[in-house]
């Protein structure tokens, strides 16, 4: 005779959880979510306290769409074995979704807890926490998932909008405080550069000098409009009021020295970039503007000095100035009568030229694909 419950009834049991598990795994792998729940909710019943049953269970009520019913069993697994990883995960997805959002930036605090190297975790906890109106909270929680998984672009897009709240709540604060404070009128210039609205940004900027004509930086960032402008006279007249302020700016110098190259003035080009090296010798764009203002001057040779500092140790950097020293070489060492340097160093500019033009090639690809019209045609 059977006694019920004895080992007999057991091993039955047993197999048949182990069976009804195997069919909710082989549904999940499938996309049949529904038959998925059905064989769980049979594993459940067979073995009550067996928490990754009631993850799987739960993430198929999730697939769903069945929020309250994943809830319930995530709830259940998280209650069985509360170091297990991915229950908390899914269950503040699920709060998060419901509109609880201390509920869920409970659960994701959790999981990042049980599991600190999950990206999406820390994701999922400052989205929670945005949709909480924490964006300085959020921002945290985006920076470290951004650390552990650089260029995801969806934690990358979250993370700009956490940044851009915290920005807009300083600002405001900023404006309460003092609403004719100079930082308001800096801050509302840059917000002008951001939207491209340069002469707005110029007033502002202007308006911010009035008030701290000797503040370090500000005759700069106005330089830096008027460049973007092309107002190059203006520009290296802003950038020389700066460097009267602060003489030890070297953005400030090279901008100079750029700016004076743009308008035909090599000798105090080469003098300032001179300095700049002076001080950062390593300062590869400064060596490739130095050499630009030499061959200008007819040094050949020492402009050829420059763009190979320009391009040594350059590796797997790739960069408009890393290109043009090796354009600049090619036709230097021409007229230098070195045509063996001259053709090496038209390959090399030729080789990462093509490199840049599929990775822009790939870039349109790209985004032709996200647009609304690709989209449509692709369905």
Known sequence: MVILGGPSFLAAQDAQFEKSFHQGVEAMRNGQWNEAA??????????PKSAQAYFNLGLAEFQQGHLGDSIKALDRAVTLEPLLRGPNLFLGIARYREDDYPAAIAALTRETQIDPQNAKAFMWLGVAELGAGDPSSASTALDKADQLSPSDVDILYHRGRAHMLVSKESYEEMYQADPNSW??????????????????????????????????????????IYWKQNQLEKAESAFGDELKIDGESLSARYKLAVVSLERAKPETAESLLGEVLHRAPNYRDAHYQMGRAQAQLGQVDAAIKSFNAAVADAGQVDSDSLRQSYYQLAQLYRRAQ??????????????????????????????????????????
């Open 183 to 224: 930082r308001v009128h800096q801050a509302l210039a840059q917000s002008y550069v951001e939207a491209d609205r340069l002469e707005d940004a110029v007033t502002e900027c202007q308006v911010a000098l009035r008030q701290r004509p000797m503040e370090p930086g500000l005759h700069e960032e106005l330089g830096d």
């Open 338 to 379: 070195q045509p063996e340097q001259s053709r090496q160093a038209l390959d090399s500019f030729m080789r990462l030229k093509q490199q840049a033009d599929a990775v822009q090639a790939q870039r349109l690809a790209d985004k032709m694909k996200r647009t609304p019209e690709a989209q449509e045609a692709s369905q």
């Open 38 to 47: 059905a064989a769980f909710t049979a594993a459940t019943k067979l073995a």
